[in-house]
């Protein structure tokens, strides 16, 4: 169980363009989803906290505008990336931590691998 | 404020020898600690967790980690190294004061496992 997907798992665009990144828990609910940003052989930084039927919250730096945050239901959020540009490009990755569990354990999904011409 | 330090960004072992994988946390709270382990092109996958109970914490795959709270370390190790278990590893603590616990990472060890 606590399973994480992520779709797409790869996607290429060119710059000025949105792209639209899903997060889906697939067996537990999940009011709070998070997302993270990982460069070429660095660390996963978060980006921001998606909360299930509010606004999500930024990280300092991030802008709320260029990474839109939708949180529409207990099992989905998603991160569109607006007006990209090549140094948008990155793996990004959401996790969530199991509603009710009581323990602070994120499930993380696979990633998406952005690559921006 | 908590942080994550892990002290070395790569590590090579001999197939078969100890796996030591160093980190050092800081915290002002009692900390919920975590070891993930991420393979090329895959999701992290948790190696285990310290939410203060034992302070010798197994994981899977033959990992374990000691909380050692007067060294503020919580060190991953595994007896025997394998093949498979080339990959970075990912030292993370909980900030539990935010109320939404959120994680903040180490910055990374990779691990390279010699034939």
């Known amino acids: 169980g606590a399973v994480v997907s992520q779709h797409p798992s790869r996607v290429i665009c060119k710059s000025g363009t949105s792209v639209k990144i899903e997060c889906r828990s697939l067996d537990f609910q999940a009011t709070t989803m998070f997302w993270y940003r990982q460069f070429p052989k660095q660390s996963l930084m978060l980006m921001a906290t998606?909360?299930?039927?509010?606004?999500?919250?930024?990280e300092q730096g991030v802008e709320k505008d260029k990474f839109l945050i939708n949180h529409a239901s207990l099992t989905l959020s998603t991160l569109t990336v607006t007006s990209a540009h090549p140094e948008d490009s990155s793996f990004y990755i959401c996790?969530?931590?199991?509603?009710?569990?009581?323990?602070?354990?994120?499930?993380f999904g696979p990633g998406t691998r952005l690559t921006v011409l | 404020a908590q942080s994550v330090t892990q002290l070395d960004s790569h590590v090579s072992v001999s197939e078969g020898t100890p796996v030591l994988l160093r980190c050092n946390y800081s915290s002002s709270y009692s900390p919920s600690l975590f070891w993930y382990v991420q393979h090329p092109n895959k999701g992290l996958q948790l190696l285990l967790k310290?939410?203060?109970?034992?302070?010798l914490v197994k994981g899977i795959n033959g990992f374990e980690a000691e909380f050692k709270k007067s060294e503020t370390s919580f060190h991953l190790t595994k007896p025997s190294a394998h093949m498979s278990d080339a990959a970075e590893y990912f030292c993370v603590v909980s900030d539990r004061n935010s109320g939404t616990y959120k994680y903040i990472f180490g910055t990374g060890t990779r691990l390279k496992v010699l034939a």
């Open positions: 310290y939410t203060s109970a034992a302070t």
């Open positions: 998606s909360n299930e039927g509010s606004k999500a919250t930024y």
């Open positions: 996790s969530a931590p199991r509603d009710g569990q009581g323990t602070d354990t994120q499930y």
